[in-house]
């Protein structure tokens, strides 16, 4: 399960993580992001060996979603070595996701 991360945990979390780690900028009244959930469930236990899944929810944490310039919801950065390595915004397919983590591996 997607742990949820915030200003005081995201460097331990997300930055440091030794594996692909995908980070999902969310707002809980955001339709498409409660759309994606489902996907993203499919997609951790799909690669559950392979990536980490973090939720990042911009209403309690704005700096996170300002540094990183997300400017909608949803949106997932893919973070390697405390870099983001790709992103993805809007309402995305579990292919698009996989087709990512694919050519990240």
């Known amino acids: 399960m997607a742990a949820r991360v915030d200003k005081d945990t995201f460097e331990s979390e997300v930055l440091h993580s030794e594996r692909l780690t995908l980070a999902d900028f969310y707002s809980d009244s955001c339709v498409p992001c409660k759309r994606l959930s ?6 951790e236990e799909k690669y559950e060996n392979e990536i980490k ?24 950065l893919f973070f390697r070595n405390g870099e983001v390595v790709s ?9 698009e996701i996989s087709s990512v983590i694919e050519n990240l591996k």
Do not use: H, M, T
Not at 90 to 95: A, E, L, Q, R, T
């Open 87 to 95: 992103r993805l915004d809007g309402f995305v397919k579990s292919g």
């Open 53 to 76: 899944l973090v939720k990042i929810n911009i209403n309690f944490d704005l700096e996170l979603a300002e540094k990183y310039e997300v400017q909608s919801v949803p949106a997932i």
């Open 38 to 43: 489902p996907v993203l469930a499919e997609i």
